[in-house]
């Protein structure tokens, strides 16, 4: 197992109910590995302060309609 990729709109999701999906994620990928987060929205889909996560987008696609992104996490 390596890298997860996620297209849940995580953004709509409650920061506890992030808090343990991303535990479980972390859980099963090995150490140093990214969580990708597929998004529609133009911030974070993921609360990475309260979460204790590193992020940043990775790519956006300003041609797709609705414009898209993915951002890439890791646990602090």
Not at 6 to 27: H, S, V, W
Not at 28 to 46: D, E, H, I, K, W
Request: glycine fraction near 10%; aromatic fraction near 10%.
């Amino acid at each position: 197992m390596g890298t997860i990729v996620c297209g849940i709109p995580m953004i709509l999701i409650p920061t506890e109910a992030q808090r343990q999906i991303m535990d479980e994620a972390y859980a099963v990928m090995p150490r140093g590995r990214r969580f990708l987060a597929f998004t529609y929205s133009f911030r974070s889909p993921l609360r990475r302060q309260a979460l204790g996560l590193t992020g940043k987008r990775l790519g956006w696609a300003m041609s797709n309609i609705p414009p898209a992104a993915v951002w890439g996490y890791t646990r602090d």
